[in-house]
Structure formats: structure tokens, C-alpha cells
């Protein structure tokens, strides 16, 4: 905790490790894919060295994050949505079209960015099935990664992560997702069979369910965030039915909503002194050279470090730090492009009411003193 009593979190959008990134690792899993038009993963190596140029194998664990490892050591705790099925086996998971895996070998590129807590409930973790998900929990569980959102059993998928750092309250985090994301409704973790912690919906009741798992494990000083996957992949509609939920989760004492799923950055709202990230787009992806929605401008990604107060979680500051893959590694960003986001997230958010401020340091923050009271 910082010595003005408050806590650094760094968030962001999906890290996609399988696949054409897991590839150019040290210890790359079978490439086989049975996707519609590419059945090799190394294929998203070609598309991606196309575009940018070659990629030599192996890269290092930090190749991935590139400029922004030096970033990471400005937060406290580091929580991300780990959208792929860590296994070198399992079975490909039937009529699903995208499947990712990461070898466990490679597991140190996640350690190596100093990664506190995975979000597993997503629509790629159980992409080679029951075994390869139980891979994925006991792979994380021996390099010590905190998880939450995916479990042997509906128990322990409902459990969340819980960060601890010496004279810090602690830190809840709760991974839930929603078919609206993509995730197959028989992934829905059981009494009696692995998976994920599925949503019904974003109704109220929805909303009082997940709020009284999270009231059962809560202190009074613990401090809470829901990483969730929902919504589409394109495009910068938020639903009134997301922004109730969200908003009927911080009302119920949730102190950050991490909300991913969106290939590109999403508006976000600042709600009672709360946080809400609707979408932080892609991350770490080997969409580099893919073609069709070059208008979102996916390669774009942002790095949010949201401090908030210990004592009740009220957002004090939200850094937004931008990037940019290429050849899969991110690079800092800035002119046109930094301009560009501000600008598009300022225009597709108006109606939430969080202006977007461009700083002259190229990172974009919010302007709290301009939001209104709700």
C-alpha cells in the first residue's frame, strides 16, 4: 500500500498465449488447428511476419511484453484474463471453431511479468476439454498464479483469488463470464463436472446471486473486483443490460468491474467512485496481419492502472498507458494513434459521462473532477 493509503492495480485485456504466440516460445505445444481456414498455428507466425517482419524463434518470455514490462512495476497487484487452455494434450473440444493452447513449459511468460491473479472464465479454457483444463488449474496452482472463474467442480470455480501483501486489506477477485462472449453454456461448472463460472444473465437476481457469493467470503476490509467476459467481439455497443448489472454490482459493494472479451478498447465509466472497464480489448494476441476490422484498430491495446483508496475503494486515478503489437511484442505508442484512442473512446463513451483526458506523457487518464455525481 502506498503511503497515501492507497492500491495500484494494473488491468487489461485479454492475454491469448496459445496459438501463433505459443508457437514462437521456447516450448511450443502441437500446432494442429481445425479451424475453417487455417489447421496450423505457425501460420499466424507467417500472417503476422508479413506484416511486420520476422520473428525470430525462439523469443525470450519477456519478448511478449515488450515495453511494457518496464511499466508493470508501478502496480500492486497485476490481474489479467488468461484466454487460452494451458495443456500439451486433451482432446479438441467438438464443433467449436477457435481453439488456443499454451505448452505448460511456457508458463514463465506470465511469471516472468510478475502476474498476480488469472480470470479463467472464459471462452477458450476448456478448448481441449475436462483434461486440459485440469492442466491449465495445476499448471497455475505449481508456478504459485493466483485464479479464479474455473474449477474441478462448481465449488471451487466460484472461489475467488484472494491477493495478500503485507499492511494491504485484502484483495477478492471473483471471475465470472456470459454466452454472450462465446462461452458454450455446457462449460458451466457443476457439482459434478469441471468448468467455468457461467452466468445465467445480467438480471437483478443474477446480480444478488453473485453478490452473495461474493458477501460470504468478504471481510469488512476486503476490497473486491469482478473480472467478467462478456459481449461481443467487434464493435462499441454496450448494453443497457451490462450497464445495470455493472452498476447494480457496485451498488452492492464491488469496488472494480474488469470487463473483457472486445478485440479492441471499449468505453468505460466511472460509477459512485467505481471503476468500470466494459471492454479493455486484446492484449497479447497473434492477430498481427489478419484482415476485416481494421477500423476498431485492434492492434491498440491499453495498459489501465486504476489506483484506489484502501479504506472504501473509491478510484482516485486511472493511468491508461497505450500499446501497440508487432511482431508479437508491444511497444509504447504516440502521436496519431494516442490521439486517436482518446478521441474514439471520448465519442463512443459520451453517454457515460467519463471524458477521457490525453496527457502530455502520450497515457490517457480520466478526468475525475469532470464526472457528475450518480
Given at each position: 500500500m502506498h503511503e497515501n493509503?492507497?492500491?495500484?492495480?494494473?488491468?487489461?485485456?485479454?492475454?491469448?498465449?496459445?496459438?501463433?504466440?505459443?508457437?514462437?516460445?521456447?516450448?511450443?505445444?502441437?500446432?494442429?488447428?481445425?479451424?475453417?481456414?487455417?489447421?496450423?498455428?505457425?501460420?499466424?507466425?507467417?500472417?503476422?511476419?508479413?506484416?511486420?517482419?520476422?520473428?525470430?524463434?525462439?523469443?525470450?518470455?519477456?519478448?511478449?511484453?515488450?515495453?511494457?514490462?518496464?511499466?508493470?512495476?508501478?502496480?500492486?497487484?497485476?490481474?489479467?484474463?488468461?484466454?487460452?487452455?494451458?495443456?500439451?494434450?486433451?482432446?479438441?473440444?467438438?464443433?467449436?471453431?477457435?481453439?488456443?493452447?499454451?505448452?505448460?513449459?511456457?508458463?514463465?511468460?506470465?511469471?516472468?511479468?510478475?502476474?498476480?491473479?488469472?480470470?479463467?472464465?472464459?471462452?477458450?479454457?476448456?478448448?481441449?476439454?475436462?483434461?486440459?483444463?485440469?492442466?491449465?488449474?495445476?499448471?497455475?496452482?505449481?508456478?504459485?498464479?493466483?485464479?479464479?472463474?474455473?474449477?474441478?467442480?462448481?465449488?471451487?470455480a466460484r472461489k475467488p483469488?484472494?491477493?495478500?501483501?503485507?499492511?494491504?486489506?485484502?484483495?477478492?477477485?471473483?471471475?465470472?463470464?456470459s454466452q454472450t462472449s462465446?462461452?458454450?453454456?455446457?462449460?458451466?461448472?457443476?457439482?459434478?463436472?469441471?468448468?467455468?463460472?457461467?452466468?445465467?444473465?445480467?438480471?437483478?437476481?443474477?446480480?444478488?446471486?453473485?453478490?452473495?457469493?461474493?458477501?460470504?467470503?468478504?471481510?469488512?476490509?476486503?476490497?473486491?473486483?469482478?473480472?467478467?467476459?462478456?459481449?461481443?467481439?467487434?464493435?462499441?455497443?454496450?448494453?443497457?443490460?451490462?450497464?445495470?448489472?455493472?452498476?447494480?454490482?457496485?451498488?452492492?459493494?464491488?469496488?472494480?468491474?474488469?470487463?473483457?472479451?472486445?478485440?479492441?478498447?471499449?468505453?468505460?465509466?466511472?460509477?459512485?467512485?467505481?471503476?468500470?472497464?466494459?471492454?479493455?480489448?486484446?492484449?497479447?494476441?497473434?492477430?498481427?496481419?489478419?484482415?476485416?476490422?481494421?477500423?476498431?484498430?485492434?492492434?491498440?491495446?491499453?495498459?489501465?492502472?486504476?489506483?484506489?483508496?484502501?479504506?472504501?475503494?473509491?478510484?482516485?486515478?486511472?493511468?491508461?498507458?497505450?500499446?501497440?503489437?508487432?511482431?508479437?511484442?508491444?511497444?509504447?505508442?504516440?502521436?496519431?494513434?494516442?490521439?486517436?484512442?482518446?478521441?474514439?473512446?471520448?465519442?463512443?463513451?459520451?453517454?457515460?459521462?467519463?471524458?477521457?483526458?490525453?496527457?502530455?506523457?502520450?497515457?490517457?487518464?480520466?478526468?475525475?473532477?469532470?464526472?457528475?455525481?450518480?
Open positions: 493509503g492507497t492500491i495500484v492495480f494494473f488491468l487489461c485485456g485479454d492475454v491469448m498465449t496459445g496459438r501463433g504466440i505459443d508457437q514462437v516460445l521456447p516450448w511450443p505445444a502441437p500446432p494442429e488447428l481445425r479451424e475453417r481456414y487455417i489447421q496450423d498455428a505457425n501460420d499466424y507466425v507467417r500472417l503476422a511476419e508479413t506484416a511486420n517482419g520476422p520473428i525470430a524463434r525462439p523469443v525470450s518470455y519477456e519478448h511478449i511484453w515488450g515495453e511494457a514490462l518496464p511499466e508493470l512495476v508501478h502496480a500492486d497487484f497485476r490481474i489479467v484474463n488468461l484466454e487460452t487452455s494451458v495443456t500439451a494434450g486433451g482432446e479438441f473440444w467438438p464443433r467449436k471453431p477457435v481453439h488456443y493452447r499454451m505448452h505448460p513449459n511456457n508458463i514463465d511468460c506470465l511469471t516472468v511479468a510478475g502476474i498476480d491473479c488469472c480470470s479463467l472464465a472464459n471462452n477458450h479454457v476448456l478448448d481441449f476439454g475436462y483434461p486440459g483444463l485440469i492442466e491449465t488449474l495445476e499448471t497455475l496452482d505449481g508456478a504459485s498464479l493466483h485464479r479464479t472463474g474455473a474449477g474441478r467442480d462448481a465449488g471451487e483469488a484472494i491477493l495478500e501483501k503485507p499492511a494491504q486489506p485484502r484483495v477478492l477477485v471473483f471471475g465470472v463470464g462465446g462461452i458454450p453454456p455446457e462449460w458451466a461448472a457443476t457439482n459434478e463436472n469441471p468448468g467455468v463460472f457461467l452466468l445465467d444473465d445480467f438480471s437483478s437476481r443474477a446480480a444478488e446471486l453473485l453478490l452473495e457469493e461474493i458477501d460470504a467470503v468478504r471481510r469488512e476490509s476486503d476490497r473486491v473486483i469482478v473480472s467478467i467476459h462478456w459481449g461481443s467481439n467487434w464493435g462499441y455497443e454496450i448494453s443497457e443490460e451490462q450497464i445495470v448489472f455493472a452498476h447494480d454490482l457496485i451498488d452492492g459493494g464491488v469496488d472494480i468491474i474488469h470487463g473483457h472479451s472486445s478485440h479492441h478498447v471499449r468505453p468505460l465509466e466511472v460509477y459512485r467512485d467505481r471503476l468500470i472497464l466494459y471492454g479493455c480489448g486484446d492484449f497479447i494476441t497473434d492477430y498481427e496481419g489478419i484482415g476485416g476490422y481494421e477500423r476498431f484498430r485492434g492492434d491498440l491495446g491499453l495498459m489501465y492502472f486504476a489506483r484506489i483508496r484502501a479504506d472504501d475503494g473509491a478510484l482516485t486515478d486511472l493511468r491508461m498507458v497505450p500499446m501497440q503489437s508487432n511482431r508479437f511484442s508491444l511497444y509504447r505508442v504516440e502521436g496519431a494513434d494516442v490521439e486517436w484512442l482518446c478521441n474514439e473512446l471520448n465519442f463512443e463513451g459520451r453517454y457515460l459521462d467519463t471524458p477521457i483526458h490525453l496527457n502530455d506523457d502520450a497515457t490517457l487518464s480520466v478526468e475525475l473532477a469532470k464526472i457528475p455525481q450518480k
